[in-house]
């Protein structure tokens, strides 16, 4: 079982900006395309933003235009740049593979809080 760490969580004020990290062992980040998802308690997980191997980017409606996807490859890292932050994304942020998540792959996820 892999559990991912994800990091870069806080508070920040509505339209404010954070970026998240999420670190992925070599032998699945070469070769599998990866997302963050996010969920509020009692809520289902959501995907809203997720990049392939070849950096195809796809995002939820929600945060189109505002979120950004990236992949350093030489650091097996996936980052979601987050900007226009607004009270409604709030919620534990994960990273997975995506589209499909992998159950074991589930980690703590992070906290974003968007608060005045």
């Known amino acids: 079982q892999v559990q991912l760490v994800e990091s870069g969580g806080g508070v920040v004020q509505p339209g404010g900006s954070l970026t998240l990290s999420c670190g992925v062992p070599?032998?699945?980040?070469?070769?599998?395309?990866m997302g963050w998802y996010r969920q509020v308690l009692g809520k289902e997980r959501e995907l809203v933003a997720s990049i392939s191997t070849e950096d195809s980017r796809n995002y939820a409606d929600s945060v189109k235009g505002r979120f950004f996807i990236s992949r350093d490859n030489a650091k097996n890292t996936i980052y979601l740049h987050m900007n226009s932050l607004r009270p409604e994304d709030t919620a534990v942020y994960y990273c997975?593979?995506?589209?499909?998540?992998?159950?074991?792959?589930w980690g703590q996820g992070t906290q974003v809080t968007v608060s005045s």
């Open positions: 997975n593979a995506a589209p499909r998540a992998i159950s074991a792959y």
């Open positions: 070599g032998y699945i980040f070469k070769v599998q395309g």
